[in-house]
């Protein structure tokens, strides 16, 4: 018999002893229910043909031939278990994927070995490096570049009187009235008295001080300006004015007297207009130009001073505004006059001039000078919120500058008072 016959006796056979098995209800004598699992579980099939039937379909007769796949399984479940199908591929690796596997993890240690090395030797350079002597070229190029000005300039408060909060002054008792008051030596830079100087207060038309020096630094002095109506157009009534009008031309250095001198609102305003082309460009100026003086407790929201709740500063950023206009010898020239006239050029193309004098009273004479002391000029201010102010720039007995600030005294006779008797003791003596 040929192994072909063989193989299909053997079918035969096992498809005659399955059709045995199976009951008059259509289901093999090994299907039992295994309540556990709610499923029928087959026990004692073997081989290729274990499989699981679902519980509402019984298992039906098959009357059709094995296919070639059955017959592989049937050939395998007679050879021994080494001899059958896939045995050697699923039991044991080839040994060429063992020697992959083997080179695949020398090389990660060799490479973790390489790197720690490596970290090794950078981390000795590194060190070798830092502890070395600097070469000559740094200390050349260090020669040569950090002992140039700029790094021997002054610090920016070495020019200014140290700020303190309170400092009395022998002999002197100020009026408990007045809202600040302090006194201050320019040449030794020291702070002779010092009262509350750094509350906030309202500062009146002392703001025109800021606004001069804005246009000393900003402006040119011989620029022809028209006054425009916006710039005129007050609306309270007792405004320190000048008399500016509308279509009215005057130099830039006509409304810079009649600003520090006669205090006047409308020059203001003009020259707010032609430097920065509105009042609100202007004044973001101003803002700028004090907070880089320092005077950083400083907020003004209109050039002239009229009261505004967020118009704002102290006795001393009033003090380094001052300070800095002092510098500029123009600022001194206009500061120390008794009075001056203007030219004005009418729209009709006619001419009037107007004559203004100091409102401040030292230098319009209506208060005595104080004892061993030349007052040159200041800036005064009054409004009902900010009392009575008056900033002055003197000189001593000895010829030292001074700058003296008294604020909100609740009268002008009080205001000079106070100042008469500030200077006479902290500068006249």
């Not at 401040?360 to 409004?383: C, D, M």
Request: with cysteine; proline share 4%.
């Amino acid at each position: 018999m040929t192994e072909q016959q063989e193989k299909k006796k053997n079918t035969i056979a096992f498809s005659r002893e399955r059709q045995q098995s199976v009951s008059h209800t259509g289901e093999s004598r090994n299907d039992r229910y295994d309540p556990k699992r709610n499923s029928r579980t087959y026990e004692g099939t073997r081989g290729p043909d274990r499989r699981r039937k679902s519980q509402s379909r019984p298992a039906a007769v098959s009357t059709r031939k094995p296919t070639n796949r059955k017959r592989n399984a049937l050939e395998d479940r007679s050879r021994p278990e080494s001899s059958r199908r896939g045995y050697h591929r699923k039991k044991r690796p080839s040994s060429g994927r063992r020697r992959r596997k083997n080179g695949c993890f020398l090389a990660a240690i060799v490479s973790l070995v390489l790197l720690i090395g490596a970290a090794g030797i950078g981390y000795v350079q590194l060190t070798q490096y830092l502890h070395a002597p600097q070469p000559l070229y740094a200390s050349a190029y260090e020669s040569q570049h950090y002992n140039q000005k700029i790094y021997q300039d002054t610090w920016f408060a070495q020019d200014l009187c140290v700020a303190v909060s309170e400092k009395p002054l022998e002999g002197f008792v100020g009026d408990t009235r007045l809202h600040a008051a302090g006194l201050f030596d320019v040449e030794q830079k020291q702070t002779l008295y010092a009262d509350r100087i750094h509350d906030r207060l309202y500062p009146a038309s002392t703001t025109k001080l800021l606004t001069a020096y804005v246009t000393l630094k900003h402006g040119n002095l011989e620029d022809l300006v028209t006054v425009s109506e916006t710039a005129v157009a007050f609306l309270d009534p007792e405004a320190q004015l000048c008399g500016l009008n509308a279509g009215e031309q005057l130099s830039l250095y006509d409304l810079l007297c009649g600003l520090i001198l006669y205090s006047g609102n409308d020059n203001a305003n003009v020259i707010a207009e032609h430097l920065s082309g509105s009042v609100e460009s202007f004044v973001e100026l101003m803002n700028q130009e004090a907070y880089a003086l320092g005077a950083t407790q400083t907020h003004f929201t209109n050039p002239h001073g009229l009261q505004d709740e967020n118009h704002y500063t102290t006795a001393y950023d009033l003090y380094l505004i001052c300070n800095a206009c002092i510098k500029d010898p123009r600022f001194l020239e206009i500061l120390a006059m008794k009075s001056y006239t203007a030219s004005l050029t009418t729209p009709e193309g006619s001419v009037r001039t107007v004559e203004w004098i100091p409102t401040n009273f030292y230098s319009a004479g209506l208060a005595a000078q104080p004892t061993g002391v030349q007052v040159i000029g200041g800036k005064t201010g009054t409004t009902d919120e900010a009392g009575s102010c008056l900033v002055l720039y003197n000189l001593g007995s000895t010829g030292k500058p001074y700058i003296s600030v008294v604020m909100g005294a609740p009268d002008k006779e009080i205001l000079y008072q106070n100042m008469t008797q500030l200077l006479e003791i902290g500068a006249g003596a």
